[in-house]
């Protein structure tokens, strides 16, 4: 298993539980700061690598009213404020050529949306930025079929790579998790990542805007752990029903450490994070 650093952030290998949390979107500097800080010392205090995302803009939203964000401008600069006031690695979304290259200068790693996770140009544009990518496989593509995506990142040179399964489209404003995706991807040899929320929302599922069942955060995180992966990805608010984007999804602070002490437990235990299970040819 390949190991991937984000500046100071060890993801993979037999590096432990690696966590990439925060708010759905950037709201405010008040919410974006507090979270990060907090998020910091929970993960500090059980020994996790913590990376820090929010969204500066989220073009993939149900309806045109939805809230998206600040925009690429601000919202870099109040990650830049972030990572200079915390010390934290930074990620969030691009969504083509020209931003990436211009998030690039701010952000530790970018992320492409699971919709673009296809596309050629935009996958190019991120590996030759020359920083760490996670892309989030698509819910409409087989776990399989990742390797293809990885060929295109790794042709570039680049092989600092996360791919992270955010659940597959069962039917209408559903997802379900086929935890056999996860060893399957992890056999190419590149750190999987679990998104434990996005797993959970229901697309379009209140009409104007996505439903979720957070409520199963804690039992999927659980199973994808006990199979094997190198990292969580969770989306946290301070207060979820009040949140301007992936409310019925994201999980609040409180419980949270509680949460995660006994997800790094199982995976201690399970030595998944080591590279014993799901390891590369076990598929």
Known sequence: MREVSVRGAAIGGKNPLAIIAGPCVIENEEITFSTAQKLKAICGALGLPFLFKSSYDKANRTSLSSFRGP????GLRILAELRSKFDIPLVSDVHS?????????????LQIPAFLCRQTDLILAAANTGKAVNIKKGQFLAPWDIEHVI??????????LLITERGTSFGYHNLVVDFR?????????YPVIFDVTHSLQLPGGQGKRS???????????????AVGV???????HPDPEKALCDGPNMIGLAGLEKMLAALKGLDEMSGCSAGIGGAAGTV
């Open 71 to 74: 925009g690429i401008d601000r």
């Open 97 to 109: 050529v020209d931003e990436a290259r211009h998030a690039s200068e701010v952000l530790d790693m």
């Open 151 to 160: 060929g295109k990142f790794t042709s570039t040179g680049n092989h600092n």
């Open 181 to 189: 995706a996860l060893p399957i991807m992890r056999s190419f040899g």
């Open 211 to 225: 439903g979720g069942q957070r409520e199963f955060a804690e039992p999927l995180a659980r199973a994808a752990v």
């Open 230 to 236: 190198d990292g969580l990805f969770i989306e946290v």
